[in-house]
């Protein structure tokens, strides 16, 4: 089966308002940013969005937040989004700040079909007893708080239940792909494309380099096609436009004949 799209407007063609979404990357590594721009230009909105992070001022999901699309995100990190804290302390974004290995958890196991899981993560905290900000209202009240979770006793250790994470869509970005959707990601855009391809009930991929089925060794194959309804190849200067979250760079030494200064 050929699930080759022609462009990202009919890869997003179907989203609508209120869905829910997974959305591969890690910071800014290996976001699908095309899809995310089509879907900004789609126009859907009242979205929840589940990511490691909601991007940045102007790029990435901080398209989507600009634009007032995004009404919920459930995210490990959001330090770099001055417009995600400014919506979210004004009451206008909810959000549910998750651990970074229980998200990842969470997806993972809403692919495998995985109702929930307990995990030592965050007991004797807010995130197992509940009183988390989730929403703040006009005046700076706390509207909605997480609650309550289960929390039991293994081996003489506590654990807390977690609820495995499912999504009506899941937009990811891979190195390469093939027209069947077996899908092949480059270091750390692996760490949460994989696993928000697994939990989305509609997967659409945009990928750097469309193959043809069989060019990827079986063993290379990082998801199965299985998992992915759409593929969208990019082109050359779309696969080339990564953007880096902070630039650090090394103070230059001027060496003299005395030595280095």
């Given amino acids: ?4 799209v022609t462009s990202a407007a009919e890869a997003v063609a179907e989203i609508h308002d209120g869905a829910s979404l997974a959305v591969g990357g890690f910071g800014l590594c290996g976001i699908p940013a095309a899809l995310i721009q089509a879907l900004l230009e789609q126009g859907a909105a009242e979205l929840s969005v589940v990511s490691n992070n909601c ?17 919920r995100a459930m995210c490990s990190y959001v330090g770099e989004n001055k417009e995600f804290a400014r919506q979210y302390l004004a009451g206008d974004l909810e959000l549910e700040l998750v651990p970074q290995g229980t998200l990842a958890e969470r997806l993972r196991a809403g692919g495998c079909g995985i109702p929930a899981f307990f995990t030592p993560a965050g007991v004797g905290t807010q995130v197992a ?8 209202d006009a005046e ?16 003489g250790a506590q654990y807390v239940l977690e609820e495995s994470i499912t999504t009506d869509f899941a937009l990811v970005r891979a190195a390469k792909g093939d027209r069947h959707g077996n899908l092949v990601f480059d270091k750390s855009a692996r760490n949460f494309n994989p696993l928000a391809a697994m ?8 990928v750097e380099e469309l193959v043809d089925p069989g060019e990827l060794a079986p063993d290379a194959i990082h998801l199965p096609g299985v998992f992915v309804r759409s593929v969208l190849a990019l082109t050359a200067s ?3 436009d990564k953007r880096i979250e902070k630039t650090t760079v090394r103070t230059a030494h001027i060496v003299t004949a005395g030595g280095a200064n």
């Fill in 238 to 240: 779309e696969a080339a």
């Fill in 55 to 71: 991007g940045v001022d102007g790029w990435g999901l901080g398209v989507l937040l600009e634009a007032r699309r995004i009404s």
């Fill in 129 to 136: 007893e509940g009183g988390l900000p989730w929403r703040y």
């Fill in 1 to 4: 089966m050929d699930k080759v």
């Fill in 140 to 155: 700076g009240n706390v509207a909605v708080a997480s609650p309550r979770k289960e929390v039991r006793e293994y081996d």
């Fill in 199 to 206: 939990a989305g009930r509609v997967t659409i991929a945009e």
